[in-house]
């Protein structure tokens, strides 16, 4: 990460905090399933193995949650959400933002320019608050989400569902295909740390958006080497 992070002094009792600000593949969704993986095959349970005791992992995933965007279907904004989230962890020493995924849903008609500016007012908001170490302002990596699954040879086996997937994410996994690259300029505006989960994570087609247990795995390995 750019910057560094604070090292735990011998006399130091306090476990430092990271928060894990996301979407449904923080919270866990299992592809296809509906259901949660459990905790500790979930990215921020395999993160929470790898940082070990001298860190607190906070999971701050929620289905459905954008960055900027009003969600007509539910309370979903995470610039809204960010604020109650660090309050109530703090104090903060890390936060690791993985948002952008819900934006591409048709209803807000977003390119990955524009989620990536979302996700960079995320950040903003992050680095303007007092919820670090004696009031400071919390690390930031940002990450890139991977790009969808293009779930080739779903419309043979359920083309209902495929159907109704085609209609809520429409050009979402072409837009997807930009993230790594908008996000890192995001990030390297901001002078924050960054990681293209695409480099670690590849989307499940079983549902197109979601991760599998090894995906997990490996991107709480890769966060954690980024953290730790």
Avoid at 34 to 61: F, I, N, Q, S, Y
Avoid at 95 to 113: E, H, M, P, Q
Wanted: aromatic letters at 8%.
């Amino acid at each position: 990460m750019r910057g560094s992070i604070p090292t735990m002094d011998a006399s130091q009792s306090e476990a430092r905090t990271v928060v894990c600000f996301g979407d449904s593949n923080t919270w866990g969704y299992r592809p296809g399933a509906g259901t949660r993986w459990p905790a500790d095959v979930r990215w921020t349970g395999v993160l929470a193995h790898e940082l070990g005791a001298t860190w607190r992992v906070v999971e701050a995933g929620l289905n459905g949650r954008t960055t900027v965007f009003e969600d007509p279907l539910g309370d979903k904004c995470g610039k809204r959400h960010l604020g109650p989230v660090l309050e109530s962890a703090a104090p903060v020493d890390v936060v690791i933002v993985l948002l952008g995924v819900n934006d591409l849903k048709t209803r807000f008609g977003a390119s990955a320019y524009e989620i990536a500016e979302g996700a960079g007012v995320i950040v903003d908001a992050i680095r303007a608050g007092a919820f670090g170490p004696h009031g400071s302002a919390p690390q930031v990596l940002l990450v890139a989400p991977p790009p969808l699954a293009t779930l080739s040879g779903w419309e043979e086996r359920d083309a209902e569902a495929f159907a109704g997937f085609a209609t809520m994410w429409r050009d979402a996994e072409r837009t997807s295909r930009d993230f790594g690259r908008q996000f890192a300029r995001v990030a390297g505006v901001r002078d924050v740390g960054f990681l293209d989960a695409a480099e670690h994570v590849t989307t499940s087609d079983v549902d197109g958006v979601h991760w599998d247990a090894e995906a997990h795995e490996a991107f709480g390995r890769a966060v954690a080497a980024r953290v730790g």
